[in-house]
């Protein structure tokens, strides 16, 4: 009987396709740092010049880059492909954001059933933590934190929908809307009853889909978003009133009201 031996190259093939799987999967971030080269060898079992070829066959196809003095990291993945400046300029215009939230609505809602019927326990232990987070950050009344523990809450579901497609689109895309849309969602959470609203909606998700009750998370991931947009076209609709009664009474800047 013949014994086969994998050629150095198939080895760094190999390793390349490991680290692709997870930078697909979401276990691996965009930005985030790799291990050194001995501790990255030694966890996935292969000589340090096999990694290297590995990790340059990632670093040609554009999924790692590295900085001189600080190792490899991946990519930016998502963000120059989700796109450019369409979505810089989408990112700049405000009535944009109804859209967004609308498109938000119909891939949250599946999300969350699809997370009520394949979540692992792991998930299940990371969408428990954020809502845990939720209630700390309620307690603390600080909306910048609730925000944060708002879009954490949604990411652990996205990653516990396993659906590798929506994670990455609408991980790309709420990198890009971010600063928009995490003012916004900030500025929700400084009154007291929107505050209350969105915690009980939170909760309502969450344990719908820790139940496993796939229609249910649909529907309370649906009157989550449907909230949100009414929300914030009410405080939309608030600040620009505000801004007329003020150029009202300095009749714009423009006269000299006697």
């Known amino acids: ?131 845990d987070g939720i209630e700390a950050a309620h307690g603390a009344a600080i909306p910048e934190d609730e925000a944060e523990a708002d879009a954490a809450l949604h990411q652990a579901i996205y990653e516990a929908s396993h659906n590798l497609v929506l994670l990455q689109i609408m991980r790309a895309l709420s990198g890009n809307l971010r600063s928009n849309v995490a003012a916004n969602r900030a500025r929700m959470f400084t009154l007291p009853q929107v505050r209350e609203k969105l915690r009980g909606q939170h909760r309502a998700i969450g344990a719908a889909i820790l139940a496993g009750d796939a229609e249910g998370a649909r529907a309370a991931a649906h009157a989550h978003l449907a909230y949100l947009r009414q929300a914030a076209r009410d405080l939309a609709r608030a600040e620009a009133h505000g801004e007329t009664a003020r150029r009202r009474q300095s009749s714009g800047g423009l006269g000299q009201r006697r």
Not at 48 to 56: N, Q
Not at 103 to 129: M, N, Q
């Open 1 to 131: 009987m013949t014994n086969f031996s994998i050629r150095p190259e198939r080895a760094a093939e190999a390793v390349a396709r490991h680290i692709e799987t997870l930078i697909l999967e979401g276990s691996l971030f965009p930005g985030e740092g790799l291990l050194p080269e001995r501790d990255l060898a030694a966890r996935l079992n292969v000589s340090r010049p096999t990694l290297r070829d590995g990790l340059k066959l990632l670093q040609d196809r554009g999924l790692l880059v590295g900085e001189r003095g600080r190792g490899l990291r991946v990519a930016a993945l998502g963000r120059a492909a989700i796109t450019d400046p369409l979505l810089a300029l989408l990112a700049e215009r405000p009535e944009v954001e109804d859209d967004y939230l609308d498109f938000r609505d119909v891939v949250e809602s599946h999300a969350a059933g699809l997370a009520a019927a394949r979540a692992t326990d792991v998930d299940r232990d990371r969408i428990g933590a954020a809502l």
